[in-house]
């Protein structure tokens, strides 16, 4: 499990599947309202942060990580996280069986 998540889901989640980013507005009473107006990777938000490559590990540049996010289309890399996740799953029946 740990393997295809780090090889298959992970990467798909952090650089292919968009996910819904909150505008938060504060109103008169306090409370903190989110609304939901924008749609992009975690990969697309994170280069969005000024300095952003200062948080990442030594040795790694956003050059590395922009040319593995272009290697697959986004449809290209949910059908290979599927096809991982069926080999998975199939393995899994076959050791229950």
Known sequence: MDQFHR??????????????????????NGKRRRIYQRWATPWESFRELPQCESFLRPGITLAELEDFAQRQSDTEAALAMQRA?????????EQTA
């Open 7 to 28: 090889e298959h889901l992970n990467p798909y989640v952090n650089f292919h599947r968009p996910c819904a980013v909150p505008t938060v507005l504060t109103e008169a």
């Open 85 to 93: 996740k069926r080999k998975l799953l199939g393995r899994i029946q």
